[in-house]
């Protein structure tokens, strides 16, 4: 269907991270996105993690009147999503000029290496390092815990990562998914072309894989979300990194399966613009360009031991940071 270009809201998801584990960061970046009016928070499929972004929506959600759903990641398979880094901070040499440190977004490492829990598995810092000392490991939910995690968690709705070539491995986790029994409101399926890691695919091979899930998912009778993943966790790196999502969907928004079409990897504050003017997406998910812009005030905050809510004038400047941020989507 061509939409055309107007203020008309669109759904808007906040990305906080798979492997994102910064819990005073997420409660914090839930209450901002809240009150600036985001439709589902989509977190890391842990007990504590959950809780704390409930706190933050609870917050917003008595002075703001929004009341975002709440979506858990899990992934069928290897993802980069769901990664962490890591080093051994003893074999660094003192001259080192850390570069490692400096291109990480979330201030994660230090003299004692990568702090787990604020590290959400970007990679920029992979690459730094001339001794190639940083790696990656997989930092994902075993197949055995999910049912009971989502019986403990019970989210709104859950996204499911997932890879052209990992089918078999799809029909599981839907299986699990069933047989938990979690009433969900929505199920995503997020997937795109650079997952593959040898040989990319091609927009056709996404689009059979998205229609082969769908056969899979149709008999739940959930309305379900197809999320194009342009270049995932770039959204900060430069404006331009848009335009993966952006081909993505032009190339293959219009013969998804039934559902609502939502763009994310590397959407920014450009994507908007970015696209042409008679064809929108249902919907736009922010992860690292919504977490980015709010970074700087939300460390002060953390830096004194306390929540952003504790600093009223600075909330209230990062709702408005915030509103700003998902203006082209909204009509209010
Ligand atoms: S740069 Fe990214 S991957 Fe590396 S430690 Fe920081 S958050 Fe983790
Ligand atoms: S760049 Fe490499 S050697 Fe230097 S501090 Fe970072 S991990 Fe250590």
């Not at 001259?95 to 829990?117: H, Q």
């Not at 059979?208 to 998912?217: F, G, P, S, V």
Request: aromatic share 8%; with cysteine; proline share 6%.
């Amino acid at each position: 269907m061509i939409k055309t270009k107007n203020k008309k809201d669109k759904w808007i998801k906040l990305i906080c991270g798979a492997s994102n584990e910064d819990i005073v960061a997420i409660e914090d970046l839930c209450a901002i996105y809240t009150a600036a009016g985001v439709d589902c928070i989509d977190v890391a499929a842990e007990e504590s993690i959950v809780r704390a972004a409930k706190k933050g929506i609870e917050w917003a959600k008595k002075l703001f009147k929004n009341s975002p759903g709440l979506m858990i990641s899990i992934s069928d398979g290897n993802d980069i999503h769901f990664r962490k880094a890591k080093f051994d901070p003893f074999k660094c040499p003192p001259y080192c000029p850390r570069p490692c440190e400096k291109v990480c977004p979330t201030s994660a490492i230090d003299n004692f290496g990568v702090k787990k829990s604020k590290c959400y598995g970007c990679g920029r810092c992979l690459n730094s390092c001339p001794l190639n000392l940083i790696t990656d490991y997989e930092y994902n939910l075993s197949k055995d815990d999910l049912a009971s995690t989502l019986q403990k968690i019970k989210p709104n709705a859950v996204e499911i990562h997932t890879d052209i070539k990992r089918l078999d491995s799809f029909i599981k986790v839907v299986s699990i998914l069933k047989s938990s029994e979690t009433k969900l409101d929505k199920i995503s399926i997020s997937c795109g072309l650079n997952q593959s890691a040898k040989k990319s695919a091609q927009p056709e091979d996404l689009l059979k894989a998205l229609w082969e899930r769908y056969e899979i998912l149709n008999e739940l009778n959930i309305p379900l979300i197809w999320q194009l993943d342009g270049r995932p966790m770039s959204g900060d790196l430069a404006p331009t990194t848009s335009r993966d999502a952006i081909n993505l969907f032009e190339k293959i928004g219009s013969d998804l399966p039934p559902g609502l079409v939502q763009l994310a990897g590397g959407t920014n504050e450009k994507t908007y613009e970015l696209l042409k003017t008679n064809n929108l997406p249902d919907g736009i998910a922010f992860g690292s360009s919504a977490r980015k812009i709010m970074q700087p005030i939300i460390e002060f905050a953390h830096k004194n031991n306390k929540k952003l809510y504790e600093y009223p004038d600075k909330m209230a400047l990062a709702i408005k940071k915030a509103e700003k941020f998902l203006e082209p989507w909204k009509s209010s």
